[in-house]
């Protein structure tokens, strides 16, 4: 997990100025990085280029513990098939993974994680020219709070939902003809990996690059 610590703090923390993630080693980690967390990292040639993270809603995760306020008083979706989606970036350098955007790669390949785990909602803070690349992707969303600024920046809460057959459509959007997950010979339960490096010969962020 080193090479995701240090791939979190160059994305979040030096090029989006995150100032209070600031590590002295470098490595951006926090308290919700357990072993119940789900992280899915996008690999190409041994080189970490896109990363998101999953939190589960039975648990504490951010906007439970760290941003309640962003939902005020209103409910949303918690449960087992619930999960919290954040710390999403891809790698500025890496612009194409296999000919296809490695935005398009990253997020085939949660939504895929999302699928075949049978997550049913994910819950998304993040500012609104985002929700309306998710929306743009395809997702179902529903708005749980209207964007409110937060540390001058509007920030608003939705949930997505992920389907079978959004996977399908983005699959033949971007030429992925097979799966982009697989899993290290020993997974851990915080562990998924996404490795285009074995996983396909065609063609091929918080919300960070995954435009």
């Given at each position: ?96 993974v296999r000919g ?68 399908q459509q983005h ?41």
């Open positions: 997990m080193e090479a995701v610590w240090r791939f979190r703090h160059q994305c979040f923390v030096d090029e989006l100025g995150w100032e209070a993630l600031r590590q002295s080693d470098g490595r951006e980690r926090d308290a919700f990085d357990t072993q119940s967390t789900i992280h899915l990292v996008l690999t190409e040639e041994n080189e970490v280029v896109g990363y998101s993270r999953l939190l589960p809603t039975m648990k504490p995760h951010l906007l439970s513990h760290l941003y309640p306020e962003l939902i005020g008083e209103e409910s949303y979706p918690r449960g087992r098939q619930v999960f919290e989606w954040g710390r999403c970036a891809t790698a500025r350098h890496v612009r194409h296809i955007a490695t935005a398009d790669v990253l997020m085939t390949a949660v939504l895929e994680f999302l699928v075949f785990s049978k997550i049913e909602t994910v819950i998304i803070q993040t500012n609104p020219a985002l929700v309306k690349m998710i929306r743009r992707r395809g997702y179902r969303l529903e708005v749980l709070r209207e964007p409110i600024l937060y540390e001058g920046e509007p920030v608003m809460v939705i949930a997505a939902y992920p389907s079978f057959r959004l996977l699959r033949k959007a971007y030429g992925i003809d097979q799966s982009l997950l697989s899993v290290p010979s020993r997974p851990s339960r915080s562990s998924a990996i996404t490795d285009t490096s074995q996983r396909t010969e065609e063609g091929s962020g918080s919300w960070a690059g995954a435009e």
